[in-house]
């Protein structure tokens, strides 16, 4: 039976003053105790041991308890708060050494240290309470978090540390210096939440910890959204990130899972996965990133499998010895790059759509630095559906091209194998190799093209075998200045232009055409466009008089000069 004990300070019958002397009184007869406290204010320090509840007899908010410094509530045994508010200051404002702590429909104002520290062996639960500047500490015990609102913490809201197993559930955090919620060496789940405002990562994970977190709304961040570290692991579901540095990020080792969650106006990177971290990707969006939808960089390797990256700059980027696996992704809108691997990075790219971007695959790098592309379809680019340089090696398998400038195009040292793909009405060209490029292709078909079905330039060397160039209006294929190669049971289609424009060091074998075949040092019937083609930079379609081309230069300064007559307005 539960002994029933009155505190109030006005006195009356069989009252006691204050709350200290009605623990007394309740652990002097050892049996579980009902404290009923009246409303007011009191300086007190409570020790609670034993089967204890603490009630305010008014309801919430009619009786706080404070101290000017110290620990206002000490607990150990079986303790039940409900409906008080406790102040302190400089210390653990509510400690729960052992047994079990429950409080609800309580406020915690903790104006500098912790506001609640649960120790090993302890099992504290909050409900339906406010915790004000100072955070919330599990360590090594267990803890449950149930529609709470943690504000203005002075660093983390909540720390899960040292084997503390702990879930928090349809709660909000908002405004916490640092953290929002950091697990470390332990197991935290975040489920239902709303994180805003923070000043560094909503949510992380370090130290081999267990991070699940699944429909929470995080906002306003000025850190990543969610972060793993440090070999941390765990699962990320039906989550919104909205206005973060970054959406979610992966680094030192971490592996998360991540499901069907929405990346949105993420001032840098939606997905961030660099330091020799992984993690698996599903059905993800990412909304309109500042710099990166996805990044992996210094050794990460990511695998993203299905979802939308819309908006925003560059798509997906490998960059700097990382990896990554990308598959069934839709990209589309993007003011820059689509797909890019760089600096001995390597990337796989399977069942890829990609629809109006500046570009759409760009790779430049040392000879690791590599990309294989299968099943992949490039739409209204407006440069190069696929453009690499350096010493890169890219693979292509079953790939169409639509429309923008060029399909294919290799530069510099770089090696661009094309087997089983399609190129469809684009400006200038359907694949070309300049610089000293290579470019292998099989069975390759360029339909419509504005000049050329393939070409050679510089030093470029081309294996162009059973491939088919319809309706291209120049040539089919022309080659020019030291090029060389083959171009092996081809055939070219159509009436217009030419079918193949020669330079004597590129043999052809076994070709199919009613066209003419001409050397440069000839004139084809109806003269081809003059093209001046700066790879991966403007194209000039026609004459080109009195201009200044300045590329790869970070300052360039332009002036006009007005001679008598001129109209023209600077």
Known sequence: ????????????????????????????????????????RYEETLTVRGDVQLVAAEGPGSVVVGRPRGTVLDASGSVRVHGLTLVGREADVVACHAGTLTVEHTEIWAHSGVAVHARPHSTVTLRDSLVAHGRTLFAGGTGLVERCRFTDAADNAIAVIEGARVSVRGSRIEGSRIHGLRVSDAHAEVVGCELTGTGRAALTADARARLVVADCVITAVHGEGIMFTEQSRGTVD?????????????????????????????????????????????????????????????????????????????????????????AGITVEDLTNTALRV???????????????????????????????????????????????????????????????????????????????????????????????????????????????????????????????????????ASFDGEAGGQLVDCAVNGTRGVAVIGNGRVETVGLRTSLKVVRHTEKPAGPPQQIINIFNGPVFNGPVRDIQVAWGNENVSQDQQRTEGDDSRS
């Open 1 to 40: 039976m539960v002994a029933r004990y009155v505190v109030s300070p006005r006195g009356g019958r069989r009252a006691h003053p204050d709350i200290t002397s009605a623990l007394r009184a309740a652990a002097a007869r050892g049996r579980a105790a009902l404290i009923e406290i009246a409303p007011g």
């Open 342 to 476: 760089f600096d001995d990075s390597g990337a796989t790219f399977e069942h890829v759509r990609v629809d109006r971007c500046q570009s759409g695959l760009e790779a430049r790098g040392n000879g690791g630095t590599t990309a294989e592309v299968t099943d992949t379809v490039f739409r209204d680019c407006e440069t190069a559906a696929v453009a690499i340089g350096g010493q890169s090696r890219v693979t292509l398998r079953s790939v169409t091209a639509e429309h923008g400038i060029l399909g294919f195009g290799v530069s510099d040292e770089a090696q661009l194998r094309v087997t089983d793909s399609v190129v469809t009405a684009v400006g200038v060209a359907g694949a070309g190799a300049l610089g000293g490029g290579r470019l292998i292709a099989r069975n390759l078909t360029v339909n419509g093209s504005g000049a050329l079905g393939v070409y050679g330039t510089g030093s470029a060397y081309l294996d162009i075998t059973r491939s088919e160039f319809t309706d291209c209006a120049n040539a089919g």
């Open 238 to 326: 039906r989550t919104r990130v909205a206005g973060a540095r970054h959406g979610i990020g992966a680094a030192s080792g971490a592996d998360p899972v991540v499901r069907g969650c929405v990346l949105d106006d993420c001032h840098d990177t939606g997905i961030n996965v660099q330091t020799d971290a992984r993690g698996r990707f599903e059905d993800c969006q990412v909304l309109g990133s500042g710099n990166i939808a996805v990044f992996s960089t210094k050794g990460g390797a990511p695998e993203v499998h299905g979802g939308r990256i819309s908006g925003g700059n560059v798509g997906i980027a490998v960059t700097d010895s990382a990896r990554g696996r990308f």
